[in-house]
């Protein structure tokens, strides 16, 4: 009897044997996420000049309290935010978050009181509490664990590149259609994405209609390799075991260095070396980016290499290593003229700290599971307190401290720098304690109870943190005391011109030129930017 043979190209298309790349368009859209999310946030700080102009109340003071109520509804809904994404899926979840804070985005355009001002950013901050989080529980379902990496660099970098690109076109968006149509404009981008993640994005790729069965297999398959790590114990017992711990002080350990190339980096450039220099302050954010996606790559290459544990401890460790020498070498050339070097060995340190997030947001993914949108919540929450401990402890260094070698003087950030390269060494040690594949056993009530009051303090310590420095840390006298009238008169004029930075730092030329850092711009007060951490 004579068979029929399916032709050839026909067989291939009805049984593909490569794998479609969707879970790549995946990465990309929330690339774009990132992009966005700090589109809207350094909006506000481009806009500070001309919102001043307009708005009641809204003094140099007032302003410093509106970017800190953004950080207190950031940090204080991180958590809620992810178990909402983990609860009704990121599909839902994010298309929720990002319309809330792309409304009150909107909104701030809107506003006429500064009292109103503060309502709005303090709702634009509960929205976007949940983009991090949501987005990587949204990868968790389409990436295999050998993928995660690369998708957290990539996903990540969209916020260097997006702060980087948005420095640009903020203030000539403000400047051809004016700052209350610039933030509707950044509102009606979100929504735009808004609305493509729910036309695109399903929870489970198999329900996705063009992913192929190649793909879906690989994805599923890669996920099941790492399901042994995920428990059903409690979610406080998972946040308070010894690998979420350690996760959390890596993670507020690099955003204590990382803190300082956003806030006081470019007035310290053009104090120290020149108006001229301040373009330089971008390279160090650049190199940061492209750490991203070394890291993310790297973490992917061991991962496929049979290296679980080691592709996501190897990245980060070269990472906090490569930032503690590099904020080291700062030490040495800080009384030197060449800002070239100085700006070099700067942006190896920030190299270094940005190729730690990679594997830590990776890490919270593995751990997790289908939690990891809450895991990677109380990570970044706790992240939050890396830049508190910035904010005071660079002002605090640079007034009080000497180190013998190092810095032998007050008035240098050289104490800091040390202190920052300490705890980058203290994070290196972390990672060589955290294990992805630790296995987690369920513990009595009692041990359970007090772990969530740990947990409890640990929440209130950084809430107090954040209020501190955003509504109530002041330069000490003494600090005020070091400005003459003519220093006090460049502070200001170089607060109008860099809004949103808290610190300008200023020190001795090898040419003898008497300098000091002063705390604070304008009458003491701090104005940082929205959006420093992710």
């Known amino acids: 009897m004579a068979t029929t043979q399916t032709p050839f190209l026909t067989q291939a298309f009805m049984n593909p044997v490569a794998p479609t790349s969707q879970r790549f368009w995946l990465v990309f859209l929330v690339f774009l996420h990132t992009v966005n999310t700090y589109m809207d946030r350094v909006c506000i700080s481009a806009a500070k000049g001309s919102m001043q102009d307009e708005i009641s109340g809204l003094d140099d003071q007032m302003m410093g309290y509106v970017f800190g109520i953004f950080a207190i509804g950031y940090a204080l809904f991180q958590i809620p935010a992810g178990w909402f994404s983990d609860r009704v899926g990121p599909r839902l979840g994010l298309t929720i978050v990002v319309a809330i804070w792309s409304v009150f985005t909107a909104l701030t355009g809107a506003v006429y009181t500064a009292i109103s001002l503060l309502f709005v950013r303090f709702l634009f901050g509960v929205g976007e509490a949940g983009a991090y989080p949501g987005a990587t529980r949204a990868m968790y379902s389409w990436l295999p664990a050998k993928e995660r990496g690369l998708g957290q660099g990539i996903f990540h970098s969209g916020a260097r590149i997006g702060a980087a690109l948005s420095l640009v076109l903020m203030p000539m968006l403000i400047a051809a259609i004016g700052w209350r149509m610039t933030f509707v404009a950044n509102a009606a981008v979100g929504l735009l994405w808004g609305g493509v993640w729910w036309w695109w994005y399903r929870d489970d790729p198999a329900n996705h209609c063009k992913v ?45 260095t990382f803190f300082i190339s956003i806030t006081w980096l470019q007035p310290y450039l053009v104090e120290t070396y020149g108006e001229e220099y301040a373009y330089l302050a971008s390279l160090p954010l650049l190199c940061g980016a492209v750490a991203l996606w070394i890291s993310g790559y790297t973490v992917t290459f061991l991962h496929k290499l049979e290296m679980p544990v080691l592709s996501r401890r190897l990245p980060a460790m070269i990472g906090f290593a490569l930032g503690a020498i590099g904020l080291l070498l700062c030490t ?21 700290v940005e190729m730690t997030l990679s594997p830590s947001w990776s890490f919270c993914m593995d751990i997790g599971g289908t939690r990891s949108g809450a895991v990677s919540a109380a990570m970044n929450m706790v992240g939050n307190m890396g830049a508190a401990v910035s904010a005071v402890a660079f002002p605090f260094f640079v007034a009080n401290v000497t180190v013998p070698g190092i810095a032998e003087t007050t008035g240098t950030a050289n104490s800091f720098f040390l202190f920052a390269a300490v705890m980058n060494l203290l994070a290196l040690g972390a990672w060589v304690l955290m294990n992805p594949r630790r296995e987690l056993r369920e513990i009595s009530s009692s041990a359970l109870k007090m772990r969530l009051a740990m947990f409890l303090a640990m929440f209130v310590l950084v809430m107090s943190a954040l209020l501190y420095t955003k509504f109530i840390y002041e330069p000490e006298p003494e600090q005020e005391a070091r400005a003459n009238s003519g220093h006090r008169a460049t502070a200001c004029a170089l607060a109008k011109e860099f809004e949103g930075q808290e610190f300008l730092p200023q020190r001795r030329h090898a040419r003898g030129q008497s300098v000091r850092l002063d705390v604070g711009f304008a009458q003491g007060t701090q104005v940082a930017p929205e959006g420093v951490m992710a």
Do not use: H, K
């Open 212 to 256: 192929n069965e190649a793909e879906l297999e690989l994805i599923q398959r890669g996920i099941a390799e790492e399901a042994a790590t995920e428990s059903t114990v409690p979610y406080v017992q998972v946040v308070t075991s010894l690998n979420v711990l350690l996760a959390m002080f890596q993670y507020a350990a690099s955003n204590i």
């Open 332 to 352: 040495q050339v800080t009384e030197s003229t060449s800002v070239w070097m100085f700006i070099f060995f700067f942006s190896i340190g920030t190299f270094g």
